[in-house]
């Protein structure tokens, strides 16, 4: 059973369009995260979620929303995607907010051509 | 402010020979270290953590890695190197106080030669 999976697993896409990762954990965690791994795989976060609630928003632009309906869902949408947003996309979760042990998923490879 | 400094950004190792990846962290609270491993186009997998207590850490697939508090340091090290140990290392910093936020180094790939 995958503690935390995301899919799609690949995602090639056109300029303009919108799409949406989803993410889920099985692990009962309080808190999911979006980190972007870009194409020198520097990892940096983007958002944080902590039983729905949204706790860490770094400078992202505002085309991309997260969206978490439950503590162990964190969905991704991104609007109007621009080439720069060709990245892998990882999501992952911690027990606590303070426990930042983190669990990954296998990551979501998004191209936009 | 807290940031990592994985001060390589290639190991390369013959199999069999001893691992020493570099990390150097900055942290103005008391720090929570992680290394985690990616192998290609993979995820991101835990190997080790240290969390204030003991300062020697063993991990999975006969890594450690000694938190130096004098040295800001927090380097991975393996005695003997295996050719599936060839990925993707990150060192990774955290305090308490950040909602969980991970700080990721830069990354150091490791090559292990036959």
């Known amino acids: 059973d995958t503690a935390v999976s995301q899919t799609p697993k690949y995602l090639v896409t056109q300029m303009g369009n919108d799409k949406s990762i989803k993410c889920e954990q099985n692990l009962g965690h309080d808190t999911m995260y979006w980190y972007k791994q870009d194409s020198k795989k520097f990892l940096k976060i983007m958002f944080s979620?902590?039983?729905?609630?949204?706790?860490i928003n770094e400078t992202v632009p505002n085309r991309f929303s997260p969206k978490s309906p439950d503590k162990a869902h964190l969905n991704l949408h991104i609007n109007s995607l621009e080439l720069g947003d060709s990245a892998v996309y990882f999501c992952?979760?911690?027990?606590?907010?303070?426990?930042?042990?983190?669990?990954f998923g296998q990551g979501t490879r998004l191209t936009v051509v | 402010a807290q940031s990592v400094t994985q001060l390589d950004s290639h190991v390369s190792v013959s199999e069999g020979t001893p691992v020493l990846l570099r990390c150097n962290y900055s942290?103005?609270?008391?720090?929570?270290l992680f290394w985690y491993v990616q192998h290609p186009n993979k995820g991101l997998q835990l190997l080790l953590k240290y969390t204030s207590a003991a300062t020697l850490v063993k991990g999975i697939n006969g890594f450690e890695a000694e938190f130096k508090k004098s040295e800001t340091s927090f380097h991975l090290t393996k005695p003997s190197a295996h050719m599936s140990d060839a990925a993707e290392y990150f060192c990774?910093?955290?305090?308490?106080?950040?909602?969980?936020?991970?700080?990721f180094g830069q990354g150091t790939e490791l090559s292990v030669k036959p």
């Open positions: 990774v910093v955290s305090t308490n106080n950040q909602g969980g936020k991970l700080i």
């Open positions: 992952a979760s911690s027990l606590k907010r303070d426990r930042p042990e983190a669990f």
């Open positions: 942290s103005s609270y008391s720090p929570s």
């Open positions: 979620y902590n039983n729905k609630e949204l706790i």
